[in-house]
C-alpha cells in the first residue's frame, strides 16, 4: 500500500513528457528514460505503466518492503534519480557499512537497529554530497536541491 503514496510523489517530482535535448537520459516521461528503456515508446508510456515499472524494477530491487516507510521512499526516491547501486552505496554510507551496493544482511540489521529519523537525515544528507559533485550541479543543482528538501519535509512527516 504505501508504494503507492510513494510512487505518487516520485511522479509529482519527475512529472511528464520532455524531448530531452538537455537530459543525459535521453527522451522521458514520468522519469523513465529512453536511455534506461530503448525499446519502451516513451512519447506513449501511461502513468499507470510507469507505476508498474517503477514497482517492477526499482521498488522490489530496493527492497523496499523491508524498509521503514519513510525510508523506503527517500531510497526509492534516490535510485530514480541517481540509480539503484548509487542509491544503496550511499544508503549503505549512511548506514555505517560497507557500501558495496548489495543491500544484504549486514545492511539489513543496521538499518534495523538505526532510527526511522536518523535514516531519513543520513540518506539526504549523503545524496546531497552526491549531487553536488555531480559535473550538473551548476545546471540542474537548484532543482536537486529543492526535491532534496521536499524529501526532507516528507520524511519528517512520515517518520
Excluded at 505518487?8 to 530531452?20: A, C, N, Q, S, W
Excluded at 512519447?43 to 530496493?62: H, M, S, V
Excluded at 524498509?67 to 531510497?75: E, F, G, N, R, T
Amino acid at each position: 500500500m504505501y508504494f503507492d503514496i510513494a510512487i505518487e510523489r516520485v511522479l509529482g517530482h519527475e512529472g511528464g513528457y520532455t524531448p530531452g535535448e538537455n537530459d543525459p537520459g535521453g527522451e522521458t516521461k514520468w522519469g523513465i528514460s529512453k536511455r534506461s528503456y530503448p525499446s519502451l515508446n516513451i512519447a506513449t508510456l501511461t502513468r499507470e505503466d510507469a507505476k508498474q515499472i517503477y514497482r517492477k524494477d526499482f521498488w522490489l530491487r530496493i527492497n523496499a518492503d523491508k524498509l521503514p516507510d519513510s525510508v523506503a521512499y527517500q531510497l526509492l526516491d534516490f535510485a530514480i534519480n541517481s540509480g539503484i547501486s548509487t542509491a544503496i552505496r550511499y544508503f549503505q554510507r549512511a548506514l555505517g557499512v560497507a557500501d558495496d551496493g548489495h543491500f544484504g544482511p549486514v545492511s539489513q540489521a543496521a538499518a534495523n537497529s538505526m532510527s526511522e529519523a536518523d535514516m531519513v537525515l543520513r540518506i539526504n544528507a549523503e545524496r546531497l554530497e552526491l549531487m553536488v559533485k555531480l559535473k550538473g550541479w551548476d545546471r540542474f543543482g537548484r532543482g536537486w536541491a529543492r526535491r532534496i528538501a521536499e524529501n526532507l519535509r516528507y520524511g519528517a512527516n512520515d517518520s
